[in-house]
């Protein structure tokens, strides 16, 4: 069993930076990969970022490369989303996700077995 709880969520301005956080527990937490998704009104839930056990693999969704950051510390069992340069297309809630496995990225919600509440992130224009 893996239980999840995000952090880090508010309301920030367009072009305003914010650090999302996954903190994990129950066992084997350095054998998942964990990912960040994320589901605004009406939406699907969507893929946002994902990253390998030892954190070596990291891949994004287009919308978001090059603006935000996934990285992770086993040792804390945490799990982070750094965002920067956001844009209201941003807005939505915020799922950190889990699987336990030590082979590659999953990028489909279905493949992920443990889910945190979620954190509501508003970016205003």
């Known amino acids: 069993q893996v239980q999840l709880v995000e952090s880090g969520g508010g309301l920030v301005q367009a072009g305003d930076s914010m650090s999302l956080s996954c903190a994990a527990s129950?066992?084997?937490?350095?054998?998942?990969?964990m990912g960040w998704f994320r589901q605004a009104p009406g939406k699907e839930r969507e893929f946002v970022a994902a990253?390998?056990?030892?954190?070596?693999?990291?891949n994004y969704a287009d919308s978001v490369k090059g603006r935000f950051t996934i990285s992770r510390d086993n040792a804390k069992r945490t799990v982070y989303l750094q965002m920067n340069s956001l844009k209201p297309d941003d807005t939505a809630v915020y799922y950190c996700?889990?699987?336990?496995?030590?082979?590659?990225?999953?990028?489909?919600?279905?493949?992920?077995?443990?889910w945190g509440q979620g954190t509501q992130v508003t970016v205003s224009s």
């Open positions: 129950g066992s084997a937490f350095g054998s998942t990969t």
């Open positions: 990253i390998s056990w030892s954190g070596a693999i990291r």
């Open positions: 996700a889990a699987r336990r496995t030590v082979r590659g990225l999953y990028y489909d919600p279905d493949e992920y077995g443990y």
